[in-house]
Nanobody, 124 residues
Framework: QVQLAESGGRWVQPGDSLRLSCAAS????????MGWFRQAPGQEREFVAG????????FYADSVKGRFTISRDNAKNTVYLQMNSLKREDTADYYC?????????????????WGQGTQVTVSS
């Protein structure tokens, strides 16, 4: 079965950097565009960053543009989210999603598969 496994989340201080990983299995990775979303307590899941199937095009939410970088390694079936200059408002559970139909989509409901999430806490 399809599995997306996020890792790398932890507690960090404001201004720190963190890299999240999402390892995919059970699917043909290059058939899927990938996205990172986040969800804070009591809030809806929101789009953070997306990358197309071959990894040559990316897009970001305005709130993270210039600070976060999404990338993928198709040989390792893994997508990454490099997060720099972290802010308290970046605190959330971070999820990766896989979507086969769209090259770029910021709507969570359009994603076919999700991981279990990894928690990022930014606090001093």
């Amino acid at each position: 079965q399809v599995q997306l496994a996020e890792s790398g989340g932890r507690w960090v201080q404001p201004g720190d950097s963190l890299r999240l990983s999402c390892a995919a299995s059970g699917l043909t990775f290059t058939n899927y565009a990938m996205g990172w979303f986040r969800q804070a307590p009591g809030q809806e899941r929101e789009f953070v960053a997306g990358i197309n199937k071959i990894g040559n095009n990316v897009f970001y939410a305005d709130s993270v543009k210039g600070r976060f970088t999404i990338s993928r390694d198709n040989a390792k079936n893994t997508v990454y989210l490099q997060m720099n200059s972290l802010k308290r408002e970046d605190t959330a559970d971070y999820y990766c999603g896989a979507n086969q139909l769209y090259s770029f989509i910021a709507t969570a409901a359009k994603y076919d598969y999700w991981g279990q999430g990894t928690q990022v806490t930014v606090s001093s």
